[in-house]
């Protein structure tokens, strides 16, 4: 058992008869068996309230502009698509595990959850507004998150291991400054593919924020699987993936 795989009382394999099979232990039942099933029914839920509440408006509102004989704006390219889905995939694997990541390393569950919120959303809300000035091409923080991303995954817990004895406040403080420094760069590349995209046309952008969205929502659940099933190394190896993926699909120029 190590701390990248805390769930080492999680051996039911959701996909497998034995998950389904009735016992007459309810903490073998109602903790072990069904909290295996509720991840994968939890992602079905995801993507069915997805689509009803982010995508189906999109289309439906599509399908009014073009029956009022309005232009509808064109549609994702198919790289455009993967690269929002990408962005919500991969801060989602950067979110969900430092938060379990910190708890253990600060002591409580809340402690982690507050510093990571709080801290990831003012982080790339600065990028943000860093790029407002600034006109990168999107794939340069797309390769700065990953590179971040892949040093956090080797690093972070021999990192974090060695300073464990340090004062609260020095604690926080390096929690702090982890979430920080890869959620400036997270914040970037949003930005500059929305903003690409408004020069084309804003039924784009709609369809930018709605995919986004919904790749951000289905992807708490993908990666609270890896998670659960593979480890915070997996997980957090899957957003450097995205990262990745975002950045070769962004290295053409969208005119």
Not at 152 to 177: C, E, K
Not at 226 to 247: C, E, I, N, Q, W
Request: with cysteine; proline share 6%.
């Amino acid at each position: 058992v190590t701390d990248a795989s805390p769930y080492l009382f999680q051996f039911y394999n959701p996909l497998h008869r034995t998950a389904y099979q009735q016992s007459k232990d309810w903490a073998t039942v109602n903790i072990y068996q069904w909290s295996a099933v509720t991840l994968l029914v939890a992602l079905g839920a995801s993507i069915i309230a997805s689509f009803l509440a982010i995508l189906a408006p999109l289309i439906a509102s599509r399908g009014v502009d073009e029956g009022a004989g309005a232009s509808s704006g064109r549609p994702l390219r198919l790289r455009e698509f993967v690269y929002f889905s990408g962005l919500g995939l991969g801060f989602m694997a950067l979110e969900i595990p430092i938060i379990q990541i910190l708890s253990m390393y600060l002591g409580h569950p809340t402690y982690g959850f507050a510093v990571v919120l709080v801290a990831l959303l003012l982080a790339s809300g600065l990028g943000s507004f860093i790029v407002d000035r600034l006109d990168p091409p999107p794939w340069v923080p797309c390769a700065v998150v990953a590179v971040f991303l892949a040093v956090v995954t080797a690093g972070v817990f021999p990192f974090l291991h060695a300073t464990l004895d340090l004062p609260d406040p020095a604690r926080f403080a390096i929690g702090i400054g982890i979430v920080v420094v890869c959620g400036i760069p997270m914040g970037m590349p949003l930005a500059l593919g929305v903003r690409r995209l408004g020069r084309r046309s804003e039924r784009s952008v709609a369809w930018a924020w709605g995919v986004n969205g919904a790749a951000s929502v289905i992807g708490s659940c993908v990666v609270m699987i890896a998670m659960v099933f593979a480890g915070s190394h997996a997980a957090l190896s899957l957003g450097a993936l995205s990262y990745v993926t975002a950045a070769m699909t962004a290295r053409t120029d969208w005119r």
